[in-house]
């Protein structure tokens, strides 16, 4: 089993920046991979950006240059940097975890992000 907990939404004005934080518990060690999604009203759930755990990195398009996820593994915690946010950014942002011994996914619960012009 694995539990992630986000923080660190909020508003911001467009052009700011937040930094997201995703921290993992439980059966860490079994983690493969985790990720950012959002999701906005209306809209499906979208992959934001993911790393490996060898260090490789996927970044959806719309983010590439102005996020960036990293990793601190003797904290179990990964993160989003955030730059040069735009109002097309506001959904609520979970966190994904990924293992070997599991067949399905661990998610977090969710945290607001809302960019206003």
């Known amino acids: 089993q694995v539990l992630l907990v986000e923080s660190g939404g909020g508003l911001v004005q467009a052009g700011g920046s937040l930094r997201l934080s995703c921290a993992a518990s439980g059966s860490i060690s079994g983690i493969t991979s985790m990720g950012w999604y959002r999701q906005a009203p209306g809209k499906q759930r979208e992959l934001v950006a993911r790393?490996?755990?060898?260090?490789?990195?996927l970044y959806a398009d719309s983010v590439k240059g102005r996020f960036t996820i990293s990793r601190d593994n003797a904290k179990s915690t990964v993160y989003l940097q955030m730059d040069s946010l735009k109002p097309e950014d506001t959904a609520v942002y979970y966190c994904?975890?990924?293992?070997?011994?599991?067949?399905?996914?661990?998610w977090g619960q969710g945290t607001q992000v809302t960019v206003s012009s």
């Open positions: 790393v490996a755990r060898g260090g490789n990195t």
């Open positions: 994904n975890a990924r293992a070997a011994f599991s067949v399905s996914d661990f």
